[in-house]
């Protein structure tokens, strides 16, 4: 299930939002959309994960152990996706099927498995490319690691100077 990235008071509140939509805008641009396109891709991605994050756990929840620890059988979570072969998924990346899987958000996955749909593909894409792009990004190009470090200071209000050799080599 692709968690919103940022907290659930970001599309909540609308607490760091528009640092938020910068970053995102930001990774779309480094992923070779023009300027026009890489705001209104971060607007549609933002309002993607906003429909997710209103059912998500608040971020205080996501430390309690009784929240996060729920324990679905296979066959539940499988017909929350009648479209996908989870089976298939699970095979050919080598892993033996569980009858119980552990899930740490229950409305999170029962929220998306409503978004899992054709009529949301491109939304969906979108998510992917992001969620790409913030998990390799940093090892494509130092951009990518620029604008971390740029929302990381926006949003914790550090105005610091991060050397990027620094990271690379600790």
């Given at each position: 299930v692709p968690t919103p990235l940022a907290p659930?008071?970001?599309?909540?509140?609308?607490?760091?939002?528009?640092?938020?939509?910068?970053?995102?805008?930001?990774?779309?641009?480094l992923l070779g959309d023009d300027e026009v396109s890489a705001q209104e891709n971060a607007q549609a991605f933002f309002e993607f994960e906003k429909a997710l994050a209103k059912n998500m756990l608040d971020t205080h929840q996501t430390n309690n152990i009784q929240a996060v620890y729920n324990v679905l059988s296979y066959n539940k979570i499988s017909s929350l996706f009648p479209d996908f072969d989870m089976g298939k998924l699970i095979n050919s990346c080598g892993f033996?099927?569980?009858?119980?899987?552990?899930?740490s958000d229950t409305r999170l996955l029962e929220s998306f498995s409503h978004m899992y749909s054709q009529s949301n593909l491109e939304a969906l894409k979108l998510a992917m490319k992001i969620r790409m792009a913030v998990e390799i990004g940093e090892t494509l190009n130092e951009d990518f690691l620029r604008a971390?470090?740029?929302?990381?200071?926006?949003?914790t209000g550090i105005d610091s100077e991060y050397i990027i050799e620094d990271y690379i080599l600790s």
């Amino acid at each position: 299930v692709p968690t919103p990235l940022a907290p659930k008071e970001t599309y909540t509140d609308g607490k760091h939002k528009d640092e938020y939509l910068k970053y995102i805008s930001t990774l779309f641009s480094l992923l070779g959309d023009d300027e026009v396109s890489a705001q209104e891709n971060a607007q549609a991605f933002f309002e993607f994960e906003k429909a997710l994050a209103k059912n998500m756990l608040d971020t205080h929840q996501t430390n309690n152990i009784q929240a996060v620890y729920n324990v679905l059988s296979y066959n539940k979570i499988s017909s929350l996706f009648p479209d996908f072969d989870m089976g298939k998924l699970i095979n050919s990346c080598g892993f033996e099927s569980e009858e119980k899987i552990v899930v740490s958000d229950t409305r999170l996955l029962e929220s998306f498995s409503h978004m899992y749909s054709q009529s949301n593909l491109e939304a969906l894409k979108l998510a992917m490319k992001i969620r790409m792009a913030v998990e390799i990004g940093e090892t494509l190009n130092e951009d990518f690691l620029r604008a971390s470090i740029e929302f990381d200071n926006a949003i914790t209000g550090i105005d610091s100077e991060y050397i990027i050799e620094d990271y690379i080599l600790s």
